[in-house]
C-alpha cells in the first residue's frame, strides 16, 4: 500500500511538471512572434533615426555653402562621399570623400552615373579636397551662392553612401 501511495504522488508530480512545461512552451511560443516583431520595429526606428541626419539634403535646393557644410559635417562617417555636377565653365563632375586622410588625396569612392543620380559598380577617384572648391581660380570651386538639387544616394544594401549635389 505504501508502495502505491509513492507511485501515485510520483505520478501526479510527473503531471503537474509536464503541465506547467507544456504551458510554458505554449507561452513561448505565443511571445516570440511579438518579441520578433518588436526587434523589427526597434531595427526600423534605429534607421530612421540614422537617415534623420540627412532629410536636409534629401530632394531639396540648397545653395553651395550648404554643400562645403555638409563635407565639414559628414567628416566623421566612413564610406560616405559627395558627388557634385557643377557648369562653371563647363560640366565638372567630381566626388568627394569627407573622412578620407590628407583631404581626399588619393582615396577611392564608388563610381557614380551624374545621368542618373546612382552609384555604380567599380570605384573611381574621389580626391577632390576642401581647399579645390573653396578657391576661386581652381576648377572645381563652387561658389556660396550656387543653387544645387540635392539628392541622397544610397548603396546596393540600401544604406546611405553619400549625397549627389546637382548644379541647377
Known amino acids: 500500500m505504501d508502495n502505491i501511495t509513492k507511485f501515485l504522488q510520483w505520478s501526479v508530480g510527473l503531471l503537474i511538471t509536464l503541465a506547467i512545461i507544456s504551458t510554458g512552451l505554449l507561452l513561448w511560443?505565443?511571445?516570440?512572434?511579438?518579441?520578433?516583431?518588436?526587434?523589427?520595429?526597434?531595427?526600423?526606428?534605429?534607421?530612421?533615426m540614422s537617415e534623420a541626419q540627412f532629410a536636409a539634403y534629401?530632394?531639396?535646393?540648397?545653395?553651395?555653402?550648404?554643400?562645403?557644410?555638409?563635407?565639414?559635417?559628414?567628416?566623421?562617417?566612413?564610406?560616405?562621399?559627395?558627388?557634385v555636377q557643377t557648369s562653371r565653365g563647363g560640366t565638372q563632375q567630381?566626388?568627394?570623400?569627407?573622412?578620407?586622410?590628407n583631404g581626399g588625396t588619393g582615396s577611392n569612392c564608388p563610381s557614380f552615373d551624374y545621368a542618373n543620380g546612382k552609384i555604380?559598380?567599380?570605384?573611381?577617384?574621389?580626391?577632390?579636397?576642401?581647399?579645390?572648391?573653396?578657391?576661386?581660380?581652381?576648377?572645381?570651386?563652387?561658389?556660396?551662392?550656387a543653387r544645387f538639387r540635392t539628392t541622397v544616394v544610397k548603396d546596393g544594401n540600401d544604406r546611405i553612401a553619400g549625397i549627389y549635389f546637382k548644379m541647377q
Do not use: W
Not at 553651395?64 to 559627395?82: I, K
Not at 567630381?94 to 586622410?101: D, E, H, L, V, Y
Not at 555604380?120 to 551662392?145: I, L, R
Open 29 to 48: 511560443n505565443k511571445a516570440q512572434p511579438i518579441g520578433s516583431a518588436a526587434q523589427q520595429q526597434a531595427a526600423e526606428q534605429a534607421r530612421l
Open 94 to 101: 567630381f566626388g568627394m570623400t569627407p573622412s578620407a586622410p
Open 120 to 145: 555604380n559598380g567599380g570605384t573611381t577617384t574621389c580626391s577632390v579636397k576642401e581647399a579645390d572648391v573653396t578657391t576661386v581660380t581652381h576648377s572645381y570651386y563652387v561658389p556660396p551662392q
Open 58 to 83: 534629401d530632394n531639396q535646393v540648397v545653395s553651395g555653402s550648404q554643400l562645403l557644410t555638409a563635407y565639414r559635417r559628414y567628416y566623421t562617417l566612413d564610406a560616405f562621399h559627395l558627388y
